[in-house]
């Protein structure tokens, strides 16, 4: 398996790596989920290259997880919004942030809280079944190949 091909492998994980699989990328992808939208922010906020920055913010437009919004004529300025493909990335960055939470943290806590708006409460992100509503563990799920994979055999 090579980086270039990630995208035409025939796994799910692969081809969602071969987007958002490097450090920059998830962490531009963290601050877009922290309302920052500018060049100049993110540069502010990652301390990374303008060309670094530029490089990430243009394959996640080209994949359609931002857009990029003009805000300013002269100087033609963009802003970088997150897509609907984007947003359905939340549940990832906040597994991810919730593992960092878990096992990363120290004895300060944690770097952020999340409330639900809609209850007001603190929460941890949990992974439930679609079908059941149970949480779901790495060890109680199964699976099988489906219509995509090459071969019978699932990974």
Request: proline share 5%; with cysteine; net charge positive.
């Amino acid at each position: 398996m090579k980086w270039e091909t990630l995208e035409e492998e025939p796994c799910s994980l692969s081809r969602t790596v071969a987007v958002v699989g490097d450090r920059w990328t998830l962490l531009i992808l963290r601050d877009c989920f922290l309302r920052v939208r500018r060049f100049e922010a993110f540069q502010s906020s990652l301390q990374i290259t303008r060309h670094l920055l530029s490089e990430r913010l243009k394959k996640l437009v080209r994949f359609g997880i931002l857009r990029r919004v003009p805000y300013s004529e002269a100087p033609k300025r963009y802003e970088y919004i997150l897509t609907q493909k984007g947003l359905d990335l939340y549940p990832v960055i906040m597994a991810m942030v919730h593992w960092g939470d878990t096992h990363m943290g120290d004895e300060r806590g944690r770097p952020l809280l999340h409330e639900h708006k809609s209850c007001g409460k603190q929460f941890d992100p949990v992974m439930v079944c679609s079908e059941c509503g149970e949480t779901l563990h790495a060890k109680q799920v199964h699976v099988h190949a489906g219509p995509g994979r090459r071969g019978a055999d699932a990974a």
